[in-house]
Nanobody
Framework: QLQLVESGGGLVQPGGSLRLSCVAS????????IAWFRQAPGKEREGVSC????????SYADSVKGRFTISRDNAKNTVWLQMNYLKPEDTAVYYC????????????????????WGQGTQVTVSS
C-alpha cells in the first residue's frame, strides 16, 4: 500500500520560496504519476502541477507556471514542488497524490484521477 507524506510547508513572505516534499512509502514510486493539489479555505481543491513517471513530461496550472517547478527522484521515493515568487493567493493546504500508471501516460491534474493522497502541508504566504 502506497502512503504519501508531505512536508516543507510553512509561513513565508510574498516573493519568497518554499520547497515541498512528498515522500512515498515504497520503492515502486516509479509506477506512479504524481500530482500536487492545493485547497484554500472556501475553495475547491485544485490541481497545481503533475509529473509523469518516466520522461513523458510535466504540467502546471496557469496560475503557477513559471513560478513552481515539480521534480522527482524515484530512487529517493520523493517528489518535490519548488515554489518561488510566492503570492498570498498561493496560501493553501498542499497535497500530493499518486496515480498508478502501467503504460506510461501524460499526467493530469484532475483530482478524480488520483486514489492515493497525503495528509497535506500548510503553506501560508503573508507579510
Amino acid at each position: 500500500q502506497l502512503q504519501l507524506v508531505e512536508s516543507g510547508g510553512g509561513l513565508v513572505q510574498p516573493g519568497g520560496s518554499l520547497r515541498l516534499s512528498c515522500v512515498a512509502s515504497e520503492f515502486t514510486l516509479d509506477r506512479y504519476n504524481i500530482a500536487w493539489f492545493r485547497q484554500a479555505p472556501g475553495k475547491e481543491r485544485e490541481g497545481v502541477s503533475c509529473i509523469s513517471r518516466r520522461d513523458i513530461g510535466t504540467s502546471y496550472a496557469d496560475s503557477v507556471k513559471g513560478r513552481f517547478t515539480i521534480s522527482r527522484d524515484n530512487a529517493k521515493n520523493t517528489v518535490w514542488l519548488q515554489m518561488n515568487y510566492l503570492k498570498p493567493e498561493d496560501t493553501a493546504v498542499y497535497y500530493c497524490a499518486a496515480q498508478i500508471d502501467r503504460i506510461g501516460t501524460m499526467c493530469v491534474t484532475s483530482k478524480s484521477a488520483y486514489a492515493n493522497w497525503g495528509q497535506g502541508t500548510q503553506v501560508t504566504v503573508s507579510s
